[in-house]
């Protein structure tokens, strides 16, 4: 079996899942979350756990058994507490801020980026270059940060740009000096 897939998930106080066909619901203090999974998963709910089955060892069956547990799992987890992306902002004059449900980004182009922030996500900016994505959905999350990043990825000369917190961005030595001896 799938060593992911195996994995029973543990409900905790206060979440509710329902299972119909495949369609999972997750109902939990923070909001609620569904999702289709494969036909060939079976999802079973008992007392305080999820568990999840697939028919055969077949390679599609085992690949698709650890992806939907992964599924559920951030499903349960991201009602209890959201999940949270941060990243920073590098550069002299860069920086960020929220105009109710935008975020507007000065990134030394001639104009300022206006993005609208997804439905479910919160996007909160602290000392114009700290940039904080919180949601229940992972995904979501994930890819909205993603986006922003790639608006101004950082480069590796200068190091300017948007990066995840803590990144660390592989910087290039600059031009050669020129006329060293021919």
Same mark, same amino acid.
């Given at each position: 079996?799938?060593?992911?897939?195996k994995k029973?998930?543990?409900?905790? %106080?206060?979440?509710?899942?329902?299972? *119909?066909?495949?369609?999972?619901?997750?109902?939990?203090p923070?909001?609620?979350?569904?999702?289709?999974?494969?036909?060939?998963?079976?999802?079973?709910?008992e007392?305080?756990?999820?568990?999840?089955t697939?028919?055969? =060892?077949?390679?599609?069956?085992?690949?698709?058994h650890?992806?939907?547990?992964a599924?559920?799992?951030?499903?349960?987890?991201?009602?209890?507490?959201?999940?949270v %992306?941060?990243?920073?902002?590098?550069?002299?004059?860069?920086?960020?801020?929220? *105009?109710? %449900?935008?975020?507007?980004?000065?990134?030394?182009?001639?104009?300022?980026?206006e993005?609208?922030?997804?439905?479910?996500?919160?996007?909160?900016v =602290?000392?114009?270059?700290m940039?904080?994505?919180?949601?229940? =959905?992972?995904?979501?999350?994930?890819?909205?940060?993603? =986006?922003?990043?790639?608006?101004?990825?950082?480069?590796?000369? %200068?190091?300017?740009?948007i990066?995840?917190?803590?990144?660390?961005?592989?910087?290039?030595?600059? *031009?050669a000096?020129?006329?060293?001896?021919?």
């Amino acid at each position: 079996m799938s060593r992911i897939g195996k994995k029973p998930i543990e409900i905790p %106080k206060g979440v509710t899942v329902d299972v *119909k066909n495949s369609d999972v619901q997750v109902k939990g203090p923070k909001g609620v979350l569904t999702t289709t999974l494969p036909e060939m998963i079976n999802v079973t709910v008992e007392s305080d756990r999820v568990v999840l089955t697939r028919p055969d =060892d077949r390679k599609e069956n085992r690949a698709y058994h650890g992806l939907a547990r992964a599924l559920v799992a951030n499903m349960v987890r991201g009602v209890v507490e959201p999940f949270v %992306k941060e990243l920073e902002i590098q550069g002299v004059g860069y920086r960020a801020e929220t *105009k109710g %449900k935008q975020i507007v980004l000065n990134l030394g182009f001639s104009h300022p980026v206006e993005i609208d922030v997804p439905k479910g996500l919160g996007v909160s900016v =602290d000392r114009n270059v700290m940039i904080k994505i919180e949601g229940i =959905d992972r995904q979501q999350v994930g890819q909205f940060a993603a =986006d922003l990043r790639s608006i101004r990825p950082p480069e590796p000369y %200068k190091g300017k740009g948007i990066r995840y917190l803590n990144e660390h961005v592989r910087r290039k030595v600059g *031009k050669a000096v020129a006329g060293t001896g021919m």
